[in-house]
């Protein structure tokens, strides 16, 4: 079956940095769009990053634009979040999510902290 299992989460003070990871197994990795969400306590799930099957096209929220980057490996079936100058107000869950028309699929998901 699908699994898509979130790694790199923890708790970092304003201004670090974190890697995410999320590997996938089950899927034709290549074919999937893939995408980060968060959800903050109280919140709604929030969109923060997508990248095509091919790698070649990227899209982000204006609140982590600049700060983000999305990228994937497809011979690893991995994707990637690199997170910068990070903010308080991005802690949240983060969880992946593989796409292939009406087919997604999610990951469990893990947690970032941004305080001091």
């Known amino acids: 079956q699908v699994q898509l299992v979130e790694s790199g989460g923890g708790s970092v003070q304003p201004g670090g940095s974190l890697r995410l990871s999320c590997a996938a197994s089950?899927?034709?990795?290549?074919?999937?769009?893939m995408s980060w969400y968060r959800q903050a306590p109280g919140k709604e799930r929030e969109l923060v990053a997508s990248i095509n099957a091919a790698g070649s096209s990227t899209n982000y929220a204006p609140s982590v634009k600049g700060r983000f980057t999305i990228s994937r490996d497809n011979d690893k079936s991995t994707v990637f979040l690199q997170m910068n100058t990070l903010k308080p107000e991005d802690t949240a869950v983060y969880y992946c999510?593989?796409?292939?028309?009406?087919?997604?699929?999610r990951g469990q998901g893990t947690q970032v902290t941004v305080s001091s």
């Open positions: 089950g899927l034709t990795f290549s074919l999937y769009v």
């Open positions: 999510q593989a796409s292939l028309a009406a087919l997604v699929r």
